[in-house]
C-alpha cells in the first residue's frame, strides 16, 4: 500500500463546467473500456468519502465541547 503524503491544500478550486473540447475528446473515443469507467467511479468515491471524513473529522475537532 502506498505512503500517504502529509500535505494540505490552501485553497481549493472546483470547476463544474467542462470545455468544448474536454467534451469532444471523452465523446470522440469509441467504446471505452468499461473496467476502466468501474475502476474510476470505484475511486472517485473513495476519494470522496475520505475527504468527507477528514473535513467532518477536522472541523469536530475544532469545535468546544456542549
Given at each position: 500500500?502506498?505512503?500517504?503524503?502529509?500535505?494540505?491544500?490552501?485553497?481549493?478550486?472546483?470547476?463544474?463546467?467542462?470545455?468544448?473540447?474536454?467534451?469532444?475528446?471523452?465523446?470522440?473515443?469509441?467504446?471505452?473500456?468499461?473496467?476502466?469507467?468501474?475502476?474510476?467511479?470505484?475511486l472517485?468515491?473513495?476519494?470522496?468519502?475520505?475527504?468527507?471524513?477528514?473535513?467532518?473529522?477536522?472541523?469536530?475537532?475544532?469545535?468546544?465541547?456542549?
Amino acid at each position: 500500500m502506498a505512503r500517504q503524503r502529509q500535505t494540505t491544500a490552501s485553497k481549493l478550486r472546483l470547476v463544474t463546467e467542462t470545455t468544448d473540447e474536454a467534451v469532444a475528446r471523452v465523446a470522440g473515443t469509441r467504446n471505452p473500456d468499461p473496467r476502466l469507467a468501474d475502476l474510476v467511479r470505484q475511486l472517485a468515491r473513495q476519494a470522496a468519502g475520505d475527504f468527507v471524513q477528514q473535513e467532518t473529522a477536522r472541523l469536530a475537532g475544532g469545535r468546544l465541547p456542549d
